[in-house]
């Protein structure tokens, strides 16, 4: 009954108190009160969780709508293929036409682009980025593939990324894919190649 106790107990972090003798509506009273004041809280924390996850789930959306929005006008051709059967995830527009023919998804690499499947070279560095994780970079690659839809192979040449793609967890699941063909260049290089050769021979001569 003695205010400086109370004081005392306030300050130690107390936040309400009770006399004796205890009388029983007063405690549940009491009781009550503070349950409901938890409850609120659990509530409005609960709340607030809900709010911070919807909203980080909208900007994660919002990030993967970007980037696909990126992704689809890139300058290089971009695919994402996964499983030991290499199916089509993802492609671009510009690796759509460079192939010659729409890029169903959900079809594996042997179905869609029947030629590169049987490239062996080919094939043997996807399987290896999927094997081991590591990066496979290429200058030149020399790739054969029908390009206009027509049945007939043409060769060219490709700069290739193959970087493996890993789930959360860190297993590789697939293969993404960037290709910028350089056959243009190659050709004029090695014209270029060809013709310094020849004023080479004609200046010995």
């Known amino acids: 009954s003695d205010d400086r106790e109370l004081l005392e107990g306030y300050a130690h972090g107390a936040v309400d108190y009770l006399r004796k003798p205890l009388v029983p509506e007063v405690l549940r009273a009491k009781v009550a009160v503070f349950v409901d004041l938890y409850r609120a809280r659990e509530l409005t924390r609960h709340h607030e969780e809900l709010v911070r996850l919807r909203e980080r789930e909208a900007l994660e959306n919002s990030h993967r709508e970007q980037l696909h929005h990126l992704l689809l006008q ?87 990324i193959y970087q493996p793609v890993r789930s959360q967890d860190g297993h590789i699941t697939g293969v993404l894919s960037f290709s910028i063909e350089v056959t243009e260049q190659v050709s004029a290089r090695r014209k270029l190649e060809g013709l310094a050769a020849e004023l080479n021979q004609l200046n010995a001569e």
């Open 74 to 160: 890139a300058p290089i051709a971009i695919a994402i293929n996964s499983g030991p059967d290499f199916v089509f995830e993802f492609v671009n527009p510009l690796f759509e036409m460079i192939a010659g023919r729409p890029v169903p998804l959900g079809r594996p690499l042997r179905e869609v682009l029947p030629e590169i499947a049987a490239q062996p070279e080919l094939m043997e560095r996807l399987r290896r980025v999927v094997g081991t994780g590591e990066l496979f970079l290429a200058d030149e690659f020399p790739v054969r593939w029908d390009g206009r839809g027509k049945g007939d192979l043409e060769g060219g040449f490709f700069n290739l």
